[in-house]
């Protein structure tokens, strides 16, 4: 049930009861499990474009965190079966599991296109509560995803390092021989393959909670920092932004998505909620620096704004070529930087490696 009165009925999976949460939807044709595990999932409904979902089954490798962080889940047809050869269980079962509530046998064509003509609303997803009027007046009066901070419900509560590299069958041996820089990584909903990356550039990886001080970030003097991805408002995250604005002049850094936001803010930018959000992993980004247009993986419900700029020290470096937003932001003298969407991919293509290339380059710049 969404809350402009549009309801949907078929048949529950997964676990049982009422949830709440933005209904958003995702053009993803694979995935599903790295989807369901990604933290800027947090307090949304998932609704899958791609027909068939849970083919493949479920693994302990293509997960993107510890659980599932969304709401719940909406396909069009539930796959009875699995088939993979890393397999280890179920769509179903897994849900059931981490108390996920799914739903099938639904037109997702339809929902699609009505969150795409009216724009992300509050819904409730029920297999228990079956009258409409209920429902509507629980959706009704359920908060909003604006001005509310989903970061800290994500975050690590304490920190951590990171030990992991990059599962890739086409891993370059060279990067073995590496120097070993430092890489403090803000947990703002963090996804393991953005450690992943940087564990295989041969960083030590430090993931610390998304409200650690400046000072804090001082004390461990890291070669360079990492704004990670994260759900929600960036503007109901203004600890955050305060932290950064002290480390932006010290550090190289490299934001990613949520932490693209935060870095906007921070530098006196402005961000606004899009009207259905971007997520997939087929969005055309376009480099403006060079030309050259890559295939990305996107998931953010909110833009930053390159005309609320008051530094102008900051350049935009990337654009959408589906609406033109701002995908990418660098600062002309000092070695930070940032982009939209999700260069670790996971799912997704993998035209944006570039990127953490980039990062680390800077931080050997910085280390000479």
Same mark, same amino acid.
């Given at each position: 049930?969404?809350?402009?009165?549009?309801?949907?009925?078929?048949?529950?999976?997964?676990?049982?009861?009422?949830?709440?949460?933005?209904?958003?939807?995702?053009?993803?044709?694979?995935?599903?499990?790295?989807?369901?595990?990604?933290?800027?999932?947090?307090?949304?409904?998932?609704?899958?474009?791609?027909?068939?979902?849970?083919?493949?089954?479920?693994?302990?490798?293509?997960?993107?965190?510890?659980?599932?962080?969304?709401?719940?889940?909406?396909?069009?047809?539930?796959?009875?079966?699995?088939?993979?050869?890393?397999?280890?269980?179920?769509?179903?079962?897994?849900?059931?599991?981490?108390?996920?509530?799914?739903?099938?046998?639904?037109?997702?064509?339809?929902?699609?296109?009505?969150?795409?003509?009216?724009?992300?609303?509050?819904?409730?997803?029920?297999? !228990?509560?079956?009258? $409409?009027?209920?429902?509507? /007046?629980?959706?009704? =009066? +359920?908060? %909003?995803? #604006?001005?509310? @901070?989903?970061?800290?419900?994500?975050?690590?509560?304490?920190?951590?390092?990171?030990?992991?590299? !990059?599962?890739?069958? $086409?891993?370059?041996?060279? /990067?073995?021989?590496? =120097? +070993?820089? %430092?890489? #403090?990584?803000? @947990?703002?909903?963090?996804?393991?393959?953005?450690?992943?990356?940087?564990?295989?550039?041969?960083?030590?990886?430090?993931?610390?909670?998304?409200?650690?001080?400046?000072?804090?970030?001082?004390?461990?003097?890291?070669?360079?920092?990492?704004?990670?991805?994260?759900?929600?408002?960036?503007?109901?995250?203004?600890?955050?932004?305060?932290?950064?604005?002290?480390?932006?002049?010290?550090?190289?850094?490299?934001?990613?998505?949520?932490?693209?936001?935060?870095?906007?803010?921070?530098?006196?930018?402005?961000?606004?909620?899009?009207?259905?959000?971007?997520?997939?992993?087929?969005?055309?980004?376009?480099?403006?620096?060079?030309?050259?247009?890559?295939?990305?993986?996107?998931?953010?419900?909110?833009?930053?704004?390159?005309?609320?700029?008051?530094?102008?020290?900051?350049?935009?470096?990337?654009?959408?070529?589906?609406?033109?937003?701002?995908?990418?932001?660098?600062?002309?003298?000092?070695?930070?930087?940032?982009?939209?969407?999700?260069?670790?991919?996971?799912?997704?293509?993998?035209?944006?490696?570039?990127?953490?290339?980039?990062?680390?380059?800077?931080?050997?710049?910085?280390?000479?």
């Amino acid at each position: 049930m969404l809350e402009d009165g549009a309801y949907f009925e078929g048949e529950a999976f997964g676990s049982e009861g009422v949830s709440f949460g933005e209904a958003v939807f995702n053009t993803s044709m694979t995935g599903y499990q790295e989807i369901l595990t990604d933290p800027s999932y947090k307090h949304q409904i998932v609704t899958m474009t791609y027909p068939l979902i849970g083919n493949y089954g479920i693994n302990r490798d293509d997960v993107e965190s510890f659980k599932p962080h969304c709401s719940g889940f909406v396909v069009r047809e539930k796959s009875s079966i699995f088939s993979n050869w890393r397999a280890e269980g179920d769509l179903d079962t897994f849900l059931k599991k981490h108390n996920i509530i799914g739903l099938s046998e639904i037109d997702t064509r339809q929902l699609t296109r009505h969150i795409r003509s009216r724009g992300a609303m509050k819904a409730v997803l029920s297999s !228990s509560e079956t009258d $409409l009027k209920k429902l509507l /007046k629980m959706v009704q =009066s +359920s908060p %909003s995803i #604006v001005g509310i @901070d989903l970061i800290k419900e994500v975050s690590c509560p304490e920190s951590y390092k990171w030990e992991e590299g !990059s599962r890739d069958f $086409l891993s370059d041996p060279k /990067k073995k021989n590496r =120097s +070993s820089f %430092s890489v #403090v990584v803000f @947990d703002f909903g963090v996804k393991y393959n953005i450690l992943r990356k940087l564990h295989s550039l041969g960083c030590k990886v430090t993931v610390v909670p998304a409200a650690t001080s400046a000072d804090k970030i001082f004390e461990m003097k890291p070669d360079g920092i990492l704004l990670s991805n994260g759900p929600g408002d960036p503007e109901a995250a203004p600890y955050a932004v305060k932290t950064v604005q002290k480390l932006a002049a010290k550090f190289p850094i490299f934001g990613v998505c949520m932490g693209h936001q935060i870095l906007a803010l921070a530098f006196g930018g402005k961000t606004f909620k899009l009207k259905f959000g971007h997520r997939g992993a087929n969005h055309p980004v376009k480099n403006l620096s060079t030309g050259k247009v890559e295939i990305t993986s996107q998931n953010h419900g909110f833009a930053v704004d390159p005309s609320s700029f008051k530094n102008s020290n900051i350049e935009l470096t990337h654009i959408n070529l589906n609406d033109g937003t701002c995908e990418g932001i660098s600062h002309r003298n000092l070695p930070v930087f940032s982009v939209q969407y999700h260069p670790e991919a996971s799912p997704g293509p993998h035209d944006s490696d570039y990127l953490f290339e980039r990062f680390y380059s800077l931080m050997k710049k910085g280390s000479r």
